[in-house]
T-cell receptor, first 109, second 115 residues
Framework: GIQVEQSPPDLILQEGANSTLRCNFS?????LQWFHQNPWGQLINLFY???GTKQNGRLSATTVATERYSLLYISSSQTTDSGVYFC???????????FGTGTRLKVLA | DSGVTQTPKHLITATGQRVTLRCSPR?????VYWYQQSLDQGLQFLIQ???????AKGNILERFSAQQFPDLHSELNLSSLELGDSALYFC??????????????FGNGTRLTVT
């Protein structure tokens, strides 16, 4: 089946720093989403991004489906950005999202 | 608030028992998905229902079953529970199942502890 790899696995930042999280996938996909799992375990939908670039405040994402990767940019990080960031891909025609292993982010005050 | 409601929030039970987890999707959403999140396996897709019919199946054990009712709420039944079934179980919903798949919206999960 499709492999979804995220890097880095862990990231520690000082408040105000910028970061880039990467998601690589091994096969073609219909769609891709980025999620943030906060320290309370809630999974929050950040971006629905099959291709192209989207921005939402301090966060932005870019997916290049033909090259099988997506990037999540976090600018001016805040302590509330801490948690685990997952990308999830929908392999073509399977109607199910497969999650990567996540990037655990800790932002220090 | 995603609009997806899961109950109960926490569940503690013994090995060999059976439990039922409940999910109410967002208003208007026809698709319901179940995921299991454990420390060693990460987030695993279990099963998807669309308008009452099973649509896709993932790594769901035979001891587990699910259904989606006419009012679109869904239940996940876990039986003959083992210690390894302890996990966070998420339900997600989406508008319809189409190509490409629409975005998922997750509930807050049910944390199951098997002792």
């Amino acid at each position: 089946g499709i492999q979804v790899e995220q890097s880095p696995p862990d990231l520690i930042l000082q408040e105000g720093a910028n970061s880039t999280l990467r998601c690589n996938f091994s096969d073609s996909v219909n769609n891709l989403q980025w999620f943030h799992q906060n320290p309370w375990g809630q999974l929050i939908n950040l971006f629905y991004i099959p291709s192209g670039t989207k921005q939402n405040g301090r966060l932005s994402a870019t997916t290049v489906a033909t090259e099988r990767y997506s990037l999540l940019y976090i600018s001016s990080s805040q302590t509330t950005d801490s948690g685990v960031y997952f990308c999830a891909v929908d392999p073509s025609g399977t109607y199910k999202y497969i999650f990567g292993t996540g990037t655990r982010l800790k932002v220090l005050a | 608030d995603s609009g997806v409601t899961q109950t109960p929030k926490h569940l503690i039970t013994a090995t060999g028992q059976r439990v039922t987890l409940r999910c109410s999707p967002r208003s208007g959403d026809l698709s319901v998905y179940w995921y299991q999140q454990s420390l060693d396996q990460g987030l695993q897709f279990l099963i998807q229902y669309y308008n009452g019919e099973e649509r896709a199946k993932g790594n769901i054990l035979e001891r587990f079953s699910a259904q989606q009712f006419p009012d679109l709420h869904s239940e996940l039944n876990l039986s003959s529970l083992e210690l390894g079934d302890s996990a966070l179980y998420f339900c997600a919903s989406s508008v319809v199942s189409e190509d490409p798949d629409p975005p998922l919206h997750f509930g807050n999960g049910t944390r199951l502890t098997v002792t």
